[in-house]
Nanobody, 121 residues
Framework: VQLQASGGGFVQAGGSLRLSCAAS????????MGWFRQAPGKEREFVAT????????FYADSVKGRFTISRDNAKNTVYLQMNSLKPEDTAVYYC???????????????WGQGTLVTVSS
């Protein structure tokens, strides 16, 4: 499966952005989808993940209550709605696909190219 992330940009603290990740290929609903992020000089970290049906969702503690992951299997797309953004949310955001629900980047088989989110204070 090929993944294409979009929707990043520049926003002031407290603002919102919605990231999208479009997947090509068949059987999108069979894949667990995850969002990860990597800030300059830091390791890639887990943000959120959603099961194929959308029925199981996990968030990192740092984004819980502010970010919402969702998916539209008819459109082969997963979303990350980011509200109340903080400067520390600044990072390149990556979407990823896997067949096992996991918070570990190494367990994901397919990755998008990343989209930059910059939050100013």
């Amino acid at each position: 499966v090929q993944l294409q992330a979009s929707g990043g940009g520049f926003v002031q603290a407290g603002g919102s952005l919605r990231l999208s990740c479009a997947a090509s290929g068949r059987s999108f609903s069979m894949y667990v989808m995850g969002w990860f992020r990597q800030a300059p000089g830091k390791e890639r970290e887990f943000v959120a993940t959603i099961s194929g049906s959308g029925g199981t969702i996990f968030y990192a503690d740092s984004v819980k209550g502010r970010f919402t992951i969702s998916r539209d299997n008819a459109k082969n797309t997963v979303y990350l709605q980011m509200n109340s953004l903080k400067p520390e949310d600044t990072a390149v955001y990556y979407c990823a696909a896997n067949q096992i629900l996991s918070r570990t980047a190494g367990r994901y088989d397919y990755w998008g190219q990343g989209t930059l989110v910059t939050v100013s204070s």
